[in-house]
Structure formats: structure tokens, C-alpha cells
């Protein structure tokens, strides 16, 4: 069983290597599901362009063109882990609104006892429902919030938590010019995994906050971004034990530079129509974090692409969270006004 179970650990901190440097519960609040994101590096908090599932980085991003768009996102990992969410979007006057679910399943596990006999099956999986809104506020503000309501369960060890994040967005269409800043995963747990001597024990949630800037070339096909991530921390380094931390910080002590790189993503998005998009971007604390001096990989790049069909868009990703094993993340969203919906 403690095997299985380490395993299961292992799978889940490559899979969430992008998110906090081990620290806090809910690793899926940070963990990017849709083909746009991460063809952008893993996140883009001020890319305003009516894209239903940018919201989930940036609630502010939600706008009226997502009015009665559905969207689908599914990626499948290693070790026959799949995770993927849906999201809907409403407008009623100025307010908009939007329904998500993001989910991962690490799928069906052996359990076995001390004695290495098999004692049956168990699962593990998190889920999280996300109610988004925003509004917005004159020609170029926009403000907006999202309440997520969180559940894991890993064996028989399950728990329960909340979380709400806060965004504002600055969108000059003129100037062809976003800002964006979002603070995210302030919440609790309601109930922790486990309990220690009759009292339930609880963790922190990763808390977040990025800012980002996007700008399109006014003679040229090109969207540049710069996001900053995890600003509410400077190391992201993570922690160790006491009897090992002065060797390691001998040997492999990260320069403030190179810290202060880690918070970077540098993403660019080639746009020869409102119809098609290329995307590449650059994650330099994932590089520095997957990357093996000895084993060629593209950990830390991430590629993407989109097209947009009358009332349809598909778009793909490719990305790596583990070194030797890239995956493929596809979305599909659809206009359900061209259905009829109105």
C-alpha cells in the first residue's frame, strides 16, 4: 500500500511541478487544462480577446463574446492519467458569467497490505467547480471573481475547500495593449485529508499572484506576453531537511538571477488572421526545474496553435512536465448561438 501510494505522490508532483514549490494542498487550482494556456507557457492573465478559457487564469478576461460559448479541454498524461475541464459562458446585461469544472483522475491503483497482499483497487482524483464573474468598468477596465469549490480524494483519505480568486484587466484596443493582474487560491479547507489525534488537520492553499502585459505589433502579424507568476514569494525553491540543506545549498545554491528568472513566462503568438494562430512560449522555472543535463528535452518550451471555424475553434498545445514525456492538450469550443441557443 505505502508504495502504491508513493507512487501516486510521485506522478502527482511531476504533473504539478508548474505549481507551487511543494507547498499547500489543491496542487489543481494551478494546473493548466486548456490547449490556449498552455501553447502560452501554462498561464496568460491579460491576453483580453474573448476567449472563454483565459478566464481561468484571469477572471477580469471574461467578457460578453463569451456569451453562450462551451468549451471542452482534455489532456492525456502518463501512466494513464487524464484531466480536462468544461467551461460555459452567460451574459445577462453587463454581467457575465461562467460555469467551470476541471478535473484530473489518476486512475485505478492496486492496494496491496505490509505483507504485500493484494486487498482490492482504490482510486484518486480532484475536482474542482468554479462559478466566474465579471464586469466591466468604463472603455478600458474590467474587474472579476471566481468562487471554486474543491474536492479530492486519494483512497479513503478525502477533503473539502474553497478558494476565490480576484482579477482586474486593462484593455486598450486602440493601442493594441493589455495588462492584467490576478490574485489567486485565497481560501481554506473545510475538512482536511486526515485528523490528528481527533482534530482535523488542515493545510494551506498555494496562493498566487501574477501580472502579465500583452502587446500586438501594429505592422506585423505578432502578440508578445510577459507573465509573472508566484510574486507573493521570491524563492521558489523547494524545501528540503535540515540535515541536507547545507550540502545542497553548496553544491546547487540558485543565484538571485536565476531565482528571479523563475517567475518569468515569456510567450509570442503569430496571428496571420482572426481566424489562425501559432503560439510558443517559454517557461524558465520549468526548464531550470525538468531540465537533465544529460537527456535532450523541450521542458520548459510549449507550441500551439488554433483555428477558428464559423462557429467553431480547435485548438492543440504540446508541453512537457516531465522530462522525456511531452503531452498533447486539445480544446474545442463551440458558439451555441449558431445552434439556436440563445
Not at 134 to 161: C, D, N, P
Not at 172 to 181: E, S
Not at 227 to 240: D, G, K, S, V
Request: hydrophobic share 40%.
Amino acid at each position: 500500500m505505502r508504495k502504491t501510494l508513493s507512487v501516486l505522490i510521485a506522478l502527482a508532483t511531476c504533473l504539478y511541478a508548474s505549481a507551487q514549490a511543494g507547498k499547500g494542498v489543491y496542487q489543481i487550482l494551478d494546473l493548466p487544462m486548456d490547449a490556449r494556456s498552455i501553447g502560452l507557457g501554462g498561464t496568460n492573465v491579460s491576453l483580453f480577446d474573448g476567449d472563454l478559457n483565459l478566464a481561468s487564469n484571469n477572471p477580469a478576461l471574461l467578457s460578453d463574446k463569451a456569451h453562450n460559448m462551451l468549451t471542452l479541454n482534455y489532456a492525456k498524461y502518463i501512466a494513464g492519467i487524464n484531466y480536462g475541464s468544461a467551461a460555459y459562458g452567460r451574459t445577462w446585461g453587463e454581467n457575465n458569467f461562467a460555469l467551470a469544472v476541471n478535473y484530473i483522475d489518476f486512475g485505478t491503483f492496486g492496494q496491496y497490505n505490509e505483507l504485500d497482499v493484494y486487498q482490492g483497487t482504490f482510486t484518486a482524483k480532484d475536482m474542482v467547480l468554479g462559478l466566474l464573474y465579471s464586469r466591466q468598468f468604463g472603455k478600458y477596465f474590467s474587474v472579476g471573481a471566481t468562487l471554486k469549490t474543491i474536492y479530492s480524494a486519494y483512497e479513503r483519505y478525502s477533503s473539502v475547500g474553497m478558494a476565490v480568486d480576484f482579477g482586474a484587466n486593462y484593455h486598450d484596443k486602440d493601442n493594441m495593449l493589455d495588462l492584467g493582474l490576478t490574485v489567486r487560491n485565497i481560501g481554506f479547507q473545510f475538512d482536511g485529508y486526515y485528523s490528528i489525534d481527533g482534530t482535523n488537520h488542515r493545510e494551506a492553499i498555494p496562493a498566487n499572484i501574477l501580472v502579465g502585459i500583452s502587446k500586438k505589433l501594429r505592422n506585423a502579424p505578432l502578440r508578445f506576453s510577459l507573465t509573472l507568476h508566484n510574486l507573493q514569494r521570491f524563492a521558489l525553491n523547494y524545501e528540503r531537511t535540515a540535515a541536507t540543506d547545507k550540502e545542497y545549498k553548496k553544491e546547487h545554491g540558485i543565484k538571485w538571477y536565476d531565482m528571479m528568472f523563475r517567475h518569468a513566462i515569456f510567450g509570442v503568438e503569430i496571428l496571420p488572421s482572426d481566424n489562425f494562430y501559432l503560439s510558443a512560449a517559454f517557461n524558465y522555472r520549468r526548464r531550470a526545474e525538468m531540465d537533465i543535463p544529460t537527456f535532450r528535452s523541450i521542458a520548459g518550451f510549449s507550441f500551439g496553435a488554433g483555428v477558428r471555424m464559423k462557429d467553431f475553434r480547435v485548438s492543440m498545445a504540446l508541453a512537457q512536465f516531465q522530462s522525456g514525456n511531452p503531452t498533447l492538450h486539445f480544446t474545442v469550443s463551440a458558439d451555441l448561438k449558431g445552434f439556436g441557443v440563445k
